[in-house]
Every structure is written in structure tokens, then in C-alpha cells.
């Protein structure tokens, strides 16, 4: 069984910067793909960021994050990055972590396609 723990969450002023960690415990392997979503209060949960784990390494982003925002992955560590840079009041959210075990049909972007999920951190920009 494969379990995400995101941490790094916290608070800081627009502008700024932040990275989270997602740690991965189980068959982290097999998995396909990982992504970052973030769901602020009254909203949809949103994909924003995803990456592949097998063959040549790929990463796409969301255009709300694009430029800003920088996924990535220590496969020795098994942990999973969100580098958040020039941080704006519209990023807070809650933060997810997701894993994939198989290539499903479907944007990486959209929730359905990922099995494993993490419980969340939190990130808040004040103005």
C-alpha cells in the first residue's frame, strides 16, 4: 500500500516562497505518475502540477502555477518536491500529494486518475 505524507506547510506573506515534501512509503516504484493538487475552501480540488516517474522524466504544469511553481522528485529519498515561488493570496489552499499505479485514461490534471492520496498540508499567503 503505498501512503503520501505531505509536510512543509505553512504561512507566508505574498511574494514569497515555500517549498513542500511529499513522502512516499510503499510500493513507490510502481507507480506511474505523482501530482500536486491544492483545494481552497468552497472550491473544486485542482490539479496543478504532475510528473512522470518512468523513461525520460516529464513534468507539465497548470497555467494558475506555471513559471512559478516547480515539481520534482528524489528517488533516493522517495520523496516528492513542490518548489512555490512569487507566492500570491489566491495559492492558499490545502495541498495534496497523489500517486497513480497505472496509466489511466485521462488529464493528469484531473483527480480521478490518481489511487493514492496524502492527507494534506496547508499553505497560506497573507497580502
Known amino acids: 500500500q503505498v501512503q503520501p505524507v505531505e509536510s512543509g506547510g505553512g504561512s507566508v506573506e505574498a511574494g514569497g516562497s515555500l517549498t513542500i515534501s511529499c513522502a512516499l512509503s510503499?510500493?513507490?516504484?510502481?507507480?506511474?505518475?505523482w501530482g500536486w493538487f491544492r483545494q481552497a475552501p468552497g472550491k473544486d480540488r485542482e490539479g496543478i502540477a504532475y510528473i512522470y516517474t518512468t523513461g525520460s522524466p516529464f513534468t507539465n504544469y497548470a497555467d494558475s502555477v506555471k513559471g512559478r511553481f516547480t515539481i520534482s522528485q528524489d528517488n533516493a529519498k522517495n520523496t516528492l518536491y513542490l518548489q512555490m515561488n512569487n507566492l500570491k493570496p489566491e495559492d492558499t489552499a490545502m495541498y495534496y500529494c497523489?500517486?497513480?499505479?497505472?496509466?489511466?485514461?485521462?488529464?493528469?490534471?484531473?483527480?480521478?486518475?490518481?489511487?493514492?492520496w496524502g492527507q494534506g498540508t496547508q499553505v497560506t499567503v497573507s497580502s
Open positions: 510503499g510500493y513507490t516504484s510502481s507507480m506511474r505518475y
Open positions: 497523489a500517486a497513480a499505479s497505472r496509466s489511466y485514461s485521462g488529464s493528469r490534471f484531473a483527480p480521478s486518475v490518481y489511487d493514492y
